[in-house]
């Protein structure tokens, strides 16, 4: 059974870089068949899809914050990461890291179906 | 972005009745729409896919329908467990977007 762990500080000041690691155990991460994401929730909001990595190193990003996020895989450690620069207020959430196969023949595919359990991060002086 | 609507936003039902959530795309987005349950202080967790398949281990009582820009979550018998949050996402084009949520409580 594949699980996605978050980790980083809880605590990013203005203006610097949030930086979250997802640590996969149960698979691996090199396997071709799936690609990796970020989403967000800020206190009692909705979610926000922030980006996906291909085992490739291929990337999407949500244009919303394409031009401050950087997703990139280390598939020595078995991790994905999440970078994001220039961070606000606005930027406080719980982040979530998710994985979303992309074989549709066994089922659901393109739809993240094992979640970590989310890490809140907070921006404050 | 495609724009996701739900309604009702929260909704109030009691054990053992059918409930019916909605969500409206802002343009056709074919079968690709997955619905989430989310409890408090948990990720979500994927019910739905492709509009109408049951993910595996979810409960039968769940089911959505729809194509195109109309779509159907339904609970069969709402159980005290299925008190939640429920949210639509589109995976047809990118970003993936989510509906903002329903708000599932018992009466």
């Known amino acids: 059974q594949v699980q996605l762990q978050e980790s980083g500080p809880g605590l990013v000041k203005p203006s610097q870089t949030l930086s979250l690691t997802c640590t996969v155990s149960g698979g691996s991460i090199s396997s071709g068949s799936y690609y990796w994401s970020w989403i967000r929730q800020p206190a009692g909001k909705g979610l926000e899809w922030i980006g996906r990595?291909?085992?490739?190193?291929?990337?999407n990003y949500n244009p919303s914050l394409k031009s401050r996020v950087t997703i990139s895989v280390d598939t020595s450690k078995n991790q994905f990461s999440l970078k994001l620069s220039s961070v606000t207020a606005a930027d406080t959430a719980v982040y979530y890291c998710a994985r979303a196969s992309i074989d549709c023949s066994g089922g659901s595919c393109y739809s993240e179906d094992y979640w970590g359990q989310g890490t809140l991060v907070t921006v404050s002086s | 972005d495609i724009q996701m609507t739900q309604s009702p936003s929260s909704l109030s039902a009691s054990v053992g009745d059918r409930v019916t959530i909605t969500c409206q795309a802002s343009?056709?987005?074919?079968?690709?729409l997955n619905w989430y349950q989310q409890k408090p202080g948990k990720a979500p967790k994927l019910l739905i896919y492709d509009a109408s398949n049951l993910e595996t281990g979810v409960p039968s009582r769940f089911s959505g329908s729809g194509s195109g820009t109309d779509f159907t979550f339904t609970i069969s018998s709402l159980q005290p467990e299925d008190i939640a949050t429920y949210y639509c996402q589109q995976y047809d084009n990118l970003p993936p977007t989510f509906g903002q949520g329903t708000k599932l409580e018992i009466k």
């Open positions: 990595i291909y085992t490739s190193g291929s990337t």
């Open positions: 343009q056709d987005i074919s079968n690709y």
